[in-house]
């Protein structure tokens, strides 16, 4: 099993610009998550899916659109890229109590 | 206000000198409370959850132990393979699957 899967790895964007986060999990979880981390600070929930179909807004939404198609994957979705949207994105899925995470993708917007 | 806080930010300790990490937190109620631990440039990896004051969980040299208000994460005789940043995060009843995180503490352990 690969686990969760996110590509890229890295990115630099420009204002304005629009790009796909991909993330992909080969353990059939029905939960799946979109974080973000800044330096030196926790995780902050963006957005989050409970099964295919089904999306719900977290802490910081703004900026951001998600889409669950399938159980498989749980793209993210930055249509006007902002400074303030660099960052490190992880995706993570989740199974009862046990949650596990992608590499991240480490997004630059200058 | 902040739900979660860790403390300290950062930790610097020799190898084998034992310490404490701590999490305070505050809920109306806990669902669980996680620890997990990341590396430079990864993703979070999971190390515990705790549901219940009083409960105790062990893995090698950690072992977390979970208070109506705090969580610490104790790690005895440490190595240099334990440097790394250890995260808390709190699922509160009734906010559904979201966990909240706490900024997390940096541990470094020098040989």
């Known amino acids: 099993n690969a686990g969760v899967t996110q590509t890229p790895k890295f990115r630099i964007l420009k204002i304005g610009q629009s790009m796909t986060l991909q993330c992909t999990q080969d353990m059939n979880h029905n939960y799946m998550y979109w974080y973000r981390q800044d330096p030196g600070m926790g995780l902050k929930l963006i957005y989050y899916s409970v099964g295919a179909g089904i999306t719900d807004k977290g802490e910081v939404p703004n900026g951001y659109n998600v889409s669950r198609s399938t159980t498989e994957d749980f793209p993210l979705r930055l249509e006007l890229a902002a400074p303030s949207q660099t960052s490190v994105y992880f995706c993570?899925?989740?199974?009862?109590?046990?949650?596990?995470f992608g590499q991240g993708t480490r997004l630059t917007v200058v | 206000e902040d739900q979660v806080t860790q403390s300290p930010e950062a930790l610097r300790l020799q190898e084998g000198e034992s310490s404490s990490l701590n999490c305070s937190y505050t809920?109306?109620?806990?669902?669980?409370l996680f620890w997990y631990r990341q590396d430079p440039g990864k993703g979070p990896e999971f190390l515990f959850t705790l549901y219940s004051a009083g409960e105790e969980k062990e893995k090698e040299r950690l072992k977390a132990t979970l208070t109506k208000k705090e969580s610490f994460l104790h790690i005895t005789a440490p190595k240099p393979e334990d440097s790394a940043t250890y995260l808390c995060?709190?699922?509160?009843?009734?906010?559904?699957?979201?966990?909240?995180f706490g900024g997390g503490t940096r541990l470094m352990v020098k040989p």
């Open positions: 993570a899925s989740r199974r009862d109590s046990l949650a596990f």
């Open positions: 809920v109306s109620g806990l669902r669980g």
């Open positions: 995060a709190v699922q509160e009843l009734g906010a559904g699957n979201m966990l909240t």
